[in-house]
C-alpha cells in the first residue's frame, strides 16, 4: 500500500499520453515493418505474369520434325527445311499461321559424354511424350534398332521384336516433291572464317521416316500429318 508520503509527492505527476500519429507517420511505419514482404510479393507476381504471358504466347508447332545424326544441320538448313514443310502444311492449331519445328538430336562430341548423354535423354523424351512425327535421319538402321519407333512405308507397323528399319524410310532425293525444292545456301562460323554450301547437297545424304504408334497415343494432329506425309512422299513409290 502507498504511504500517504509517496500519494502527496506524485499527485501532480500526469501520466504519459500516447500521442496520435499522422497518416504520413503511419505510413512511413507500415512501409519500414512491410518493404520486405511488398518486394518479395512483387518479385513473385512478376515471375507468375512472365510465365503466364509465354505459356499464353508461345507459338504451338503444326508438325514437329526431329533430326538424329553425328553433326547438326546448319541454322540455314534447318530453317529452310522448316519452311519447305511448312509450304506444303496447312494450320493444324487454329492459330493462323502453319509453324513447322525441327528439334536437333546431333552427338558429334563424341569426347564429352555428358553432351552425347544430354542428346540421348532429350530424344527419349521427345519419343515418349509423342511430339515428333517427322524423323530426318542420318543412319535409320541404326536408329530402328534403338528405338523402334518407326513406321513402314505402307503405314503398318512392324511387328514385335522386329527392330529391322527396311520398309521404312526414304532417302530426300527419293522424294520427288521434296528433291525438286531449291533449299537455298548455308553458312557457318569457322575458326578464322566462314564455310559455305549447298542445303540441297547436305539433305541428300539424308532420309526421311515418319513416327509408328504401338499404343492408343499419338502425335498431336495425326490426321494432319499423315496428310503431309503423304503430301511429301508423293511419287516416291511409283
Not at 527392330?163 to 533449299?183: F, H, K, M, N
Not at 566462314?194 to 504401338?214: D, P, Q, V
Request: charged content about 25%; proline content about 4%.
Amino acid at each position: 500500500m502507498a504511504s500517504e508520503y509517496l500519494k502527496k509527492k506524485y499527485q501532480d505527476v500526469k501520466p504519459d499520453v500516447k500521442r496520435e500519429l499522422t497518416p504520413a507517420e503511419k505510413r512511413k511505419n507500415w512501409w519500414y515493418y512491410h518493404k520486405w514482404h511488398v518486394v518479395i510479393c512483387v518479385g513473385l507476381l512478376a515471375i507468375l505474369g512472365s510465365i503466364v504471358w509465354n505459356a499464353l504466347h508461345q507459338v504451338k508447332p503444326d508438325y514437329q520434325i526431329a533430326y538424329v545424326g553425328t553433326n547438326a544441320l546448319p541454322d540455314d538448313t534447318a530453317a529452310a527445311v522448316e519452311a519447305c514443310f511448312a509450304a506444303l502444311g496447312e494450320d493444324l492449331n487454329g492459330d493462323g499461321e502453319v509453324v513447322v519445328q525441327m528439334v536437333q538430336y546431333a552427338s558429334s562430341d563424341e569426347s564429352d559424354p555428358q553432351t552425347v548423354m544430354a542428346a540421348e535423354v532429350r530424344l527419349m523424351a521427345d519419343l515418349t511424350s509423342h511430339e515428333s512425327y517427322f524423323f530426318l535421319l542420318e543412319d535409320p538402321e541404326q536408329f530402328q534398332r534403338s528405338y523402334r519407333t518407326l513406321r513402314r512405308l505402307d503405314g503398318s507397323l512392324p511387328a514385335d521384336g522386329d527392330d529391322s528399319a527396311e520398309g521404312t524410310y526414304l532417302a530426300w532425293e527419293q522424294c520427288p516433291v521434296l528433291a525438286r525444292i531449291d533449299l537455298g545456301e548455308y553458312t557457318y562460323a569457322l575458326m578464322g572464317g566462314t564455310a559455305s554450301g549447298s542445303s540441297n547437297e547436305l539433305l541428300s545424304n539424308l532420309y526421311i521416316a515418319r513416327r509408328g504408334f504401338w499404343t492408343e497415343e499419338d502425335a498431336p494432329y495425326p490426321e494432319g500429318c499423315n496428310a503431309l506425309w503423304e503430301k511429301i512422299t508423293e511419287g516416291a513409290l511409283s
